[in-house]
């Protein structure tokens, strides 16, 4: 079975200052990785996902995430954050020849002004 | 494009009781899965449905079931509610190929349950 570590519950930032959320998984077979965020009281959104090919991935509103299979990992990343950034941060997991995901615990970005 | 939907969106009911939760499909979508998500926890995997047949589920007892429609939208029951049912209940949905398997998921606002 896979499972899915995120090794922060919580990140508090600065305003403009970069941030890195770190997520590791184990697995004996493929993977494919994303990244959801939960705003308070609403449901997940894909925040991005690592099917094939390039090992990083891009959202449209600045993150980035990189796979990176010898350490098991996939890490979360932007230059610099905004306030609207405050959030709660799933990493999910599945399995080459199934759909369903697995999660980590969350990781809450707290972004300060 | 038309996302997924779920109501209700929150729910309060006593122990015991029974409980339909209800989901549409972001359009396109032919897969749906329901996700129990405690305060403060990650989302756990309840079970999933495709062309109206359970096609993987959780470590969730029988209690916990549900329906696929032929217009993919779906339900989630769950019967004898107890204390610790009280969650956010999430679903998603997903393309699936013929071999039944999707990849990326989309998920809707949620049901929040309430079990006193």
């Known amino acids: 079975a896979q499972s899915v570590t995120q090794l922060d519950s919580q990140v508090p930032v600065f305003e403009e200052a970069p941030v890195e959320l770190r997520c590791n998984y184990s697995?004996?077979?493929?993977?494919?990785l994303f990244w959801y965020v939960q705003y308070p009281n609403q449901g997940l959104q894909l925040l991005l996902k690592?099917?094939?090919?390039?090992?990083l991935v891009e959202s449209i509103n600045g993150f980035e995430a990189e796979f990176n299979k010898s350490q098991t990992s996939f890490h979360l990343r932007k230059p610099s954050v905004h306030i609207s950034d405050t959030a709660e941060y799933f990493c999910a997991v599945s399995v080459e020849g199934y759909s369903t995901l697995t999660f980590g615990k969350g990781t809450m970005l707290l972004v300060s002004p | 494009e038309t996302g997924v939907t779920q109501s209700p969106t929150h729910l309060i009911k006593t122990r015991g009781q029974q409980v339909t939760l209800r989901c549409s499909s972001q359009s396109g979508h032919n897969t749906v899965s329901w996700y129990q998500q405690a305060l403060g926890q990650g989302p756990q995997f309840i079970f999933q449905y495709y062309r109206e047949e359970e096609n993987g589920r959780g470590n969730f007892p029988p209690r916990f079931s549900g329906l696929q429609f032929p217009n993919y939208s779906s339900e989630l029951n769950v019967n004898a509610l107890e204390l610790d049912d009280s969650a956010l209940y999430l679903c998603?949905?997903?393309?699936?190929?013929?071999?039944?398997?999707?990849?990326?998921?989309?998920f809707g606002p949620g049901t929040r349950l309430t079990v006193l």
């Open positions: 697995s004996s077979v493929s993977v494919y």
């Open positions: 690592y099917l094939s090919g390039s090992t």
């Open positions: 998603a949905s997903s393309l699936a190929g013929t071999s039944g398997i999707g990849k990326a998921q989309y």
